[in-house]
């Protein structure tokens, strides 16, 4: 049975060409009419969500995803096509929407969960367990405007869970959270699968839709071009789908599966597989590699990605100036590169790719082969955590240098 149908669902918004601010620019202004550009941030999108699917929805910046969800939470109406829901729904789409600032973290849960519909009941119980479950029970009674970001977003989803709806609409929940706060939204993730809650996640980071849901839809442009399995819309997203050329074109690249890679996986320093890692450790990526003819030379490398799909770090064997000599049809060639994980806390992903030495041919290269979550560090920005230290002391005031000569002023007076 479908959770969630929607049907030819259009919807449009009327960008002006300038902005009239002042009052001497709206006098003017009604002498000439207003200009606006019409645009199309859903067209025609038809989806049906069948009951206890787990639903990812990627696709570039403005392509409709955070529309397509207020359209079904019944926050935007569509100017066509028509959106039916089966069962109880709670969206989170923006970061403190239903929340007021200048209430207290309880007052906002009270009032929040209210409208999201607590048993009277149980009211007191949901809020505490939001509470806690966001970590804020010493912030219970501070203003919500006192909190930082990610301390907002972490009491939202935390309440909006307490609400038991049967349907979730989740926009972007994970981007400010810490790797701590991650982890604790991944059990309850399996937790919601679990139980059959219908979930529709909008993210950017790739190795979330990959690795909780059951199928994942490509918006371009407000259309729907690709849904399916996550790994295959994922590569129809990143353009790892498209079919090599006959030859490689200058600059061009190409999938010639000479090599491809077979497994990865992340050890720890006693050699079990892991996907945590403290940040300091030094972890090692291990990569399989199959061997389909005889390649000479190849370059094998990695880079990794943080939450927002941007590179912090790469390496290959040519810049190590490592040769790896000939390779023969049918070999596994293990590759293991061990790295210092001087990461700050949060989530992260192993590209694995193989190359010739020009790097115009690629034999293989893969997205997101390896996920894990770094935490322990106490560097709050960045992308790297340097190890750095401080140290304090008091010094005493410097002697003075008399102006005009080498005698030294002490305490005002020539010596």
């Not at 009951?51 to 990627?58: P, Q, S, T």
């Not at 209210?114 to 149980?122: I, K, N, Q, S």
């Amino acid at each position: 049975m479908a959770a969630i149908e929607v049907r030819g669902v259009r919807k449009a918004f009327y960008l002006p060409h300038e902005r009239r601010t002042t009052l001497t620019e709206r006098v003017v202004g009604m002498l000439r009419p207003a200009t606006y550009e019409r645009f199309e941030a859903l067209r025609g999108v038809d989806l049906t969500v069948e009951r206890g699917a787990f639903v990812g929805i990627i696709g570039n910046n403005g392509s409709g995803k955070s529309t397509l969800l207020k359209v079904i939470a019944g926050l935007l109406v569509a100017d066509a096509g028509a959106v039916q829901v089966q069962g109880t729904m709670c969206a989170l789409l923006e970061l403190g929407l239903g929340f007021s600032p200048e209430l207290t973290v309880l007052e906002n849960v009270e009032l929040y969960g209210a409208v999201l519909g607590y048993p009277r009941d149980e009211m007191s119980a949901r809020v505490a367990t939001a509470i806690r479950f966001a970590e804020l029970e010493r912030f219970r009674d501070a203003k919500l405007k006192n909190l930082s970001t990610g301390m907002q977003m972490r009491l939202a989803f935390a309440t909006a869970l307490q609400a038991s709806s049967d349907i979730l609409l989740l926009d972007e929940i994970l981007a400010v959270g810490d790797a701590g706060f991650q982890s604790k939204c991944f059990e309850v993730f399996e937790e919601l699968r679990h139980h059959g809650t219908t979930v529709l996640l909008v993210s950017h980071n790739l190795a979330h839709i990959r690795r909780f849901c059951d199928r994942a839809i490509l918006l371009d442009a407000g259309c729907i071009v690709a849904s399916g399995e996550p790994a295959s819309v994922i590569a129809r997203y990143l353009g790892d789908d498209k079919p090599a050329p006959s030859a490689p074109a200058a600059g061009r690249l190409r999938h010639d599966g000479r090599l491809h890679l077979r497994e990865a996986w992340l050890e720890d320093a006693s050699a079990q597989r892991v996907d945590r890692v403290l940040s300091g450790e030094r972890p090692t990526v291990v990569l399989l590699f199959a061997a389909a003819e005889d390649t000479d030379d190849p370059v094998f490398g990695i880079a990794i990605r943080d939450s927002t799909g941007g590179y912090v770090y790469a390496i290959n064997t040519l810049w190590l100036g490592q040769p790896t000599g000939r390779v023969h049809a049918g070999d596994v060639i293990e590759v293991r590169v061990p790295f210092l994980a001087a990461l700050r806390n949060g989530s992260y992903a192993v590209d694995a790719a193989v190359t010739d030495r020009t790097a115009a041919i690629v034999h293989d290269w893969a997205h997101g082969t390896v996920h894990f979550a770094v935490s322990g560090s106490v560097c709050q920005d960045g992308s790297v955590d340097l190890r750095a230290d401080m140290t304090l002391r008091t010094v005493p005031h410097p002697q003075r240098v008399a102006p005009g000569g080498g005698q030294l002023l002490r305490g005002g007076e020539l010596q």
